[in-house]
């Protein structure tokens, strides 16, 4: 495994390639500095802004509705759950996501 091996130290070819990409990355962008900094213990600054909090409520009435949509394939004959199946992937997920995001304000 790559992880019982013990690390060997760069050679200069290395440092200096990792020199010059670390250089561009600063000149490209000097804002990434900011970003990757972080402190132990403390989350990485883009990671708190990802998404909603979601509460216990809402996860327990997508819970309950995914359960409902399960015993409605179970109990329905092969040709139709699976076309259930592809009209809920296809477009109620999605339409869902939308119409979700929209109300809450992220899109």
């Known amino acids: 495994m790559l992880e019982d091996r013990p690390a060997r130290p760069l050679d200069e070819r290395e440092l200096r390639m990792l020199a010059e990409i670390s ?32 509460s216990l409520p809402l996860v327990c009435v997508v819970m309950a509705a995914a359960a409902l949509l399960a015993l409605l394939i179970v109990s329905l004959p092969t040709g139709l759950a699976v076309a259930v199946v592809i009209c809920v992937l296809l477009f109620g997920v999605p339409v869902g996501c939308i119409v979700w995001a929209r109300r809450r304000g992220e899109l």
């Open 23 to 54: 250089s561009a990355t600063r000149r490209d962008d000097p804002a990434l500095a900011h970003w990757l900094s972080g402190l132990e213990g403390e989350p990485h600054p883009p990671v708190r802004r990802t998404g909603t909090a979601l």
